[in-house]
């Protein structure tokens, strides 16, 4: 099976969760020594301390609400039409010169088509009221994912197509080898890019689509640091698996959405579900483009009831 990084040269989206207020511009860490050397940062805390910090911030800030809004924030149907178009229609990221650069590129619809089966692997760092907590997300979320969508998610270790890996810095690069031979949808020259993350990404999912002429989701790949504290890490698993079913962008326009630049939320929003459930509607059909997508698109807009 043929693979491309945000349809250039194999059939594979990057979504990554980035935060829009960077690390740097919130906080001052000169006084906290991170290196090159992840089993050395592990050890010192170095980036439980920094993301420790930095979630404080936000909620400072009045960020990662999750309340899924309210009457400070209304939206209507152009308001659905624009965000989904922003959402569904552009990859945030693609792979330039072996690294994972910022993109608008405009790609076909996505979405997936068989039942998602879901595995879990867990670094040994995590104790095991940690991994309960993180299997309690994951099926939080995935009960919001398919009622949202209507499709069937279950969990099995047995011919899984979504795989979530949970470790810190250091165990990343082990875990993810562990299962890249279950990840044969991708191509192998993604793992290095993925196995070192830079500390401003949190999470990432990438997903696998069945061929250019059909981008069918068939594969997706969720990493969620070990580092992050609660509230952070607990938006990681609500935008990261939401983006592995195909809306893979993220937009200032979206409001209130997880898809927002900046944070404003840290859980899925009534306004999310209604993205999703558009996204999954029959009439839409994958592979198509925003301009053959836009009349079929009003009018499935037009039937939901924005006055709740």
């Not at 994958?286 to 709740?308: C, F, P, V, Y």
């Given at each position: 099976?043929?693979?491309?990084?945000?349809?250039?040269?194999?059939?594979?989206?990057?979504?990554?969760?980035?935060?829009?207020?960077?690390?740097?511009?919130?906080?001052?860490?000169?006084?906290?020594?991170?290196?090159?050397?992840?089993?050395?940062?592990?050890?010192?805390?170095?980036?439980?301390?920094?993301?420790?910090?930095?979630?404080?911030?936000?909620?400072?800030?009045?960020?990662?609400?999750?309340?899924?809004?309210?009457?400070?924030?209304?939206?209507?149907?152009?308001?659905?039409?624009?965000?989904?178009?922003?959402?569904?229609?552009?990859?945030?990221?693609?792979?330039?010169?072996?690294?994972?650069?910022?993109?608008?590129?405009?790609?076909?619809?996505?979405?997936?088509?068989?039942?998602?089966?879901?595995?879990?692997?867990?670094?040994?760092?995590l104790s095991?009221?940690?991994?309960?907590?993180?299997?309690?997300?994951?099926?939080?979320?995935?009960?919001?994912?398919?009622?949202?969508?209507g499709i069937?998610?279950?969990?099995?270790?047995?011919?899984?197509?979504?795989?979530?890996?949970?470790?810190?810095?250091?165990?990343?690069?082990?875990?993810?080898?562990?299962?890249?031979?279950?990840?044969?949808?991708?191509?192998?020259?993604?793992?290095?890019?993925?196995?070192?993350?830079?500390?401003?990404?949190?999470?990432?999912?990438?997903?696998?689509?069945?061929?250019?002429?059909?981008?069918?989701?068939?594969?997706?790949?969720?990493?969620?640091?070990?580092?992050?504290?609660?509230?952070?890490?607990?938006?990681?698993?609500?935008?990261?698996?939401?983006?592995?079913?195909?809306?893979?962008?993220?937009?200032?326009?979206?409001?209130?959405?997880?898809?927002?630049?900046?944070?404003?939320?840290?859980?899925?929003?009534?306004?999310?579900?209604?993205?999703?459930?558009?996204?999954?509607?029959?009439?839409l059909k994958?592979?198509?483009?925003?301009?053959?997508?836009?009349?079929?698109?009003?009018?499935?807009?037009?039937?939901?009831?924005?006055?709740?």
């Open positions: 099976m043929k693979i491309k990084i945000a349809h250039f040269n194999f059939n594979l989206v990057i979504i990554l969760c980035l935060f829009l207020i960077s690390c740097d511009d919130l906080l001052n860490y000169s006084d906290l020594e991170y290196t090159n050397d992840s089993e050395l940062n592990s050890k010192k805390g170095f980036l439980n301390e920094y993301y420790e910090m930095l979630e404080k911030r936000k909620l400072s800030f009045g960020l990662l609400r999750q309340d899924g809004g309210g009457d400070d924030t209304p939206f209507d149907t152009e308001d659905i039409i624009t965000s989904f178009q922003q959402l569904a229609f552009y990859t945030e990221y693609n792979v330039s010169d072996n690294k994972l650069m910022p993109s608008s590129s405009a790609v076909n619809l996505a979405k997936w088509k068989s039942d998602i089966i879901i595995s879990s692997e867990f670094g040994s760092s095991n009221k940690e991994k309960e907590k993180d299997l309690a997300h994951i099926n939080a979320v995935s009960d919001i994912l398919s009622k949202a969508t069937k998610i279950n969990f099995s270790n047995q011919n899984p197509n979504m795989h979530i890996i949970v470790g810190n810095e250091a165990e990343l690069p082990e875990l993810i080898n562990k299962i890249s031979l279950n990840l044969s949808d991708f191509d192998p020259k993604i793992f290095p890019l993925i196995s070192q993350l830079p500390k401003d990404i949190h999470c990432i999912t990438l997903t696998a689509l069945k061929s250019k002429s059909n981008p069918e989701i068939v594969s997706a790949l969720v990493i969620i640091r070990n580092e992050l504290p609660k509230l952070l890490r607990k938006a990681c698993f609500h935008e990261e698996m939401a983006q592995s079913l195909g809306l893979s962008n993220d937009s200032h326009l979206a409001r209130p959405s997880i898809f927002n630049d900046d944070d404003e939320f840290a859980t899925l929003t009534e306004f999310d579900e209604i993205l999703l459930k558009i996204l999954y509607d029959e009439r994958t592979g198509m483009t925003l301009r053959n997508s836009s009349e079929i698109l009003r009018t499935i807009a037009n039937e939901i009831d924005t006055s709740i």
